[in-house]
């Protein structure tokens, strides 16, 4: 049996991590996860750590469920793989597909699969791209994003979101997307400015970008109903339905990026649902499978559908489009989800009291702002709570906290200084409560080494521990 030691000295030998800086990860080792059940993960020290971020949004269901392990065994004994190209496909890939469609909003008909969220993504742009140039408008390709999405990190995706440091590496960006202004009232709202009024100027952002470039020009809008590693940043509710209303005016599509808001984190199917607005592509993953399998999904309405299909062949697909095996193991997982209402629960019990639970931090002397929505949360951590500021980018604090959460055995993300959360689906009150407890130690620490000399604190920017 391979000691932790052994594991991070092969690691650090030969494993490049997603979104790392390896020099210092090298010098501090990983943390080495072998074990996990409900909310809570384990690592190789046996150490048992509340996972306030389900994985990477996706553990919705939570930790050890044997039945998702028995589902993906049974069809891996029946049939491991079979492809869906050349008019063949498998049996739970087509099931997945007709309950998907039962599950999304009115006007959904079809769905194509993959294995990411990126690749979803990608799927989406060039469906729409192909769907206008099938309309006779080729010349229709722009797609609107905005500023601090994510979309994903293949070039499309990053090139779609709107993460200044990933389009920085793309050196060579891919064109044809354009960026705006967020619904993110915390840093873009003029002081005193109405929330509601608020969420109209940013979709008004929107129209006056589709009108520089022309709509006849302009393909899609996309969004993530909630954007989520840009830092848990919830529209106003006046936003998403003037979105809508304007793409509909213009005639330009709606692309609702459901990769993390699908499936239950804002206490709807989808996240579109929550927030008022109905789009005509929904991509979706992570919590389609709740991590279980890597698999994702574009659903498309009837209008984007029956446009596509007249145009012949469609020159697009991956080997594991559809995969059995990652289908079945979705199909048992929204039979979790949907057995043990799973959904409602976050729109009508645990959402709300981990909000309840969430705001008794807004007193803290570090916390600018609070904010969540169903089971998504997040905490700005400020250097002056009565005006905002901000700390220094170089003070790395967001970092910091997020360290100390390690330290006290729980997990919470930082981007930048937004201290961000999504726990599994099934937490329980006493585990919110837990979670908020070891969040308040943490802040009185991080604020007690704030006070204290620049010499007293830990070294800023380690990535694990
Ligand atoms: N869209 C959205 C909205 C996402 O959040 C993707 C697309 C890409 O999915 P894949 O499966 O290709 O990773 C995502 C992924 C983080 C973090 O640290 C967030 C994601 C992935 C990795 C890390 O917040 N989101």
Redesign the pocket.
């Known amino acids: 049996m391979a000691t932790t030691a052994d594991l991070q000295r092969l690691d650090s030998a030969h494993h490049l991590h997603?979104?790392t800086d390896h020099e210092t990860l090298r010098r501090e080792g990983s943390r080495i996860v072998v074990g996990g059940e409900g909310v809570w993960v384990t690592d190789t020290d046996g150490r048992r750590i509340l996972d306030g971020?389900s994985g990477?949004?996706c553990v919705n269901v939570g930790y050890g469920r044997e039945e998702l392990a028995e589902a993906a065994c049974r069809q891996m004994q029946q049939l491991a793989y079979y492809n869906s190209f050349f008019k063949t496909t498998t049996a739970p890939t087509v099931q997945l597909a007709a309950h998907l469609i039962a599950l999304a909003p009115p006007g959904f008909s079809d769905v194509m699969f993959a294995?990411?969220?990126?690749?979803?993504?990608d799927t989406a742009i060039r469906m729409i791209r192909h769907f206008w140039a099938l309309q006779g408008k080729p010349e229709k390709q722009v797609i609107i994003s905005r500023h601090g999405?994510?979309?994903?990190?293949?070039i499309a995706?990053a090139s779609m979101?709107g993460m200044p440091a990933m389009h920085g590496q793309l050196h060579v960006k891919l064109g044809g997307f354009h960026h705006v202004m967020p619904p993110y009232a915390f840093e873009y709202a003029e002081p005193g400015e109405d929330e509601h009024d608020f969420g109209l100027r940013a979709a008004r952002a929107i129209e006056e970008a589709i009108l520089e470039i022309g709509p006849d020009r302009v393909a899609a809008v996309v969004g993530?109903p909630v954007?989520?590693?840009g830092g848990v940043r919830i529209p106003p509710s006046s936003y998403w339905p003037a979105v809508e209303a304007i793409c509909r005016h213009h005639d330009v599509l709606l692309h609702a990026?459901?990769?993390?808001?699908g499936f239950g984190r804002l206490g709807h199917w989808f996240g579109c649902e929550a927030l008022g607005f109905t789009p005509d592509v929904i991509?979706c993953?992570?919590a389609i499978t709740s991590g279980y399998q890597?698999l994702?999904a574009v659903l498309i309405n009837k209008r984007v559908a029956e446009g596509l299909m007249q145009g012949g062949e469609f020159f697009h697909g991956y080997t594991h489009s559809g995969h059995p095996v990652a289908c079945a193991v979705a199909l048992a997982n929204l039979d979790i989800l949907e057995r043990e209402g799973l959904v409602e629960r976050v729109r009508d019990h645990i959402g709300p009291y981990f909000t309840q639970q969430l705001r008794t931090l807004a007193d803290h002397p570090l916390i600018g702002e609070v904010r969540s929505f169903g089971l998504i949360g997040a905490l700005e951590l400020v250097a002056d709570k009565a005006t905002r500021r901000r700390f220094a980018a170089e003070a790395a604090v967001g970092i910091r906290c997020r360290d100390l959460c390690f330290a006290h055995d729980f997990v919470m993300?930082a981007?930048g200084d937004t201290m961000?959360l999504a726990p599994p689906l099934v937490i329980s009150e006493a585990e919110v409560d837990e979670l908020i407890r070891r969040i308040g130690s943490v802040l009185d620490r991080l604020h007690e080494e704030l006070q204290a000399p620049p010499v007293a604190l830990p070294l800023a920017g380690s990535l694990t521990r």
């Open positions: 997603p979104f971020m990477l949004w294995s990411s969220g990126s690749e979803a993504n999405a994510y979309h994903g990190s293949t995706g979101g993530e954007m989520g590693a990026d459901e990769v993390i808001t991509t993953a992570k890597p994702s993300r981007v961000v």
